[in-house]
């Protein structure tokens, strides 16, 4: 895959024997690891970009200590499966957004164990041909007075499919928990089918959670509009395309990382 920008991050070597301490704003990179291990000390934070660029299997453990922060995302561009495990402390941010370009299964699992934590989970799938895509996004709200919030888009066009799976639990001692959960959906082709399945599990009555879930396709009377000001029908499609997906990925949390999803996300909307 070509990227400038993925080209120009550093590399990040962690030493998995110790919790990572301070405050980078540094984005790094790391490529298509079998294993990863990341412990944010208190009051740390991070930004990284995981890289599945091969067909494997991978699994990702992370722990958050008070007050640490991270914004991670994981870029698909092969058909790889990784699952994502996040334990969060009191007063931990985790900003993650998976991007899957070349098919793939991702599983995400976020543990709000301390209160006043913040969780913020965003999935797209671009899928054409063949492909399939398969993003599973559970978030655990395991004590009080937490948020989270998951939104996940797909777009597949050709014979692609896709599938959302969404949990919000809710323990019965998370009063004042706050949840959102949304899946939206564009069928791009008579045999493209994505299947979407987002659920509450709710125990606690001192709550405020939703969600919801559509599937649909191209808004032809927007393609007439903008046809009637002057672009072709592949401009007005692309137009009505990057503005459902772009607006996505360009809330990752970090200018440099959204920059470089953009370009691997707009090489894969010229191929739908």
């Given amino acids: 895959m070509q990227n400038a920008i993925l080209e120009q991050l550093p590399t990040l070597h962690i030493a998995l024997d110790r919790p990572i301490e301070g405050r980078s704003e540094q984005l790094y990179r790391v490529d298509d690891p079998s294993c990863l291990e990341l412990k944010l000390a208190a009051d740390a934070r991070l ?3 995981v890289v599945r660029s091969q067909a494997a299997t991978s699994r990702v453990q992370i722990e958050l200590g008070e007050r640490a922060e991270l914004v991670l995302a994981e870029l698909f561009v092969a058909d790889a499966e990784t699952t994502v495990e996040v334990q969060q402390g009191a007063e931990s941010r985790l ?5 899957q370009l070349g098919g793939g299964v991702g599983r995400y699992v976020v543990n709000l164990m301390g209160a006043y934590a ?14 399939r895509s398969s993003l599973t ?10 948020r989270s919030y998951s939104e996940v888009r797909g777009l597949a066009g050709g014979e692609a499919v896709g599938r959302f799976d969404g949990m919000v639990y809710v323990a019965p001692d998370a009063q004042r928990t706050d949840a959102f959960q949304q899946n939206r959906n564009m069928l791009l082709s008579e045999k ?7 659920q509450l599990e709710i125990y606690a009555d001192d709550v405020k959670c939703s969600h919801g ?4 396709q191209m ?13 072709d029908e592949q401009q007005a499609r692309r137009l009505q395309l990057t503005g459902f997906a772009d607006d996505l990925v360009m809330r990752c949390g ?7 999803l953009l370009e691997a996300l707009n090489a894969k909307l010229n191929r739908i």
Avoid: W
């Fill in 254 to 260: 970090c200018e440099e990382m959204c920059a470089a």
């Fill in 192 to 198: 493209a089918r994505i299947d979407t399945k987002p």
């Fill in 95 to 99: 900003q993650l957004t998976s991007l």
């Fill in 219 to 231: 808004d032809q009377e927007a393609i007439y509009y903008l046809r009637q000001r002057g672009l």
């Fill in 137 to 146: 996004i559970r978030t655990n709200h395991q004590v009080a007075d937490c």
């Fill in 118 to 131: 913040e969780s913020r989970v965003n999935g797209l799938f671009a899928l054409g041909g063949a492909e």
């Fill in 213 to 216: 879930a559509t599937v649909g």
């Fill in 47 to 49: 930004k990284l970009l």
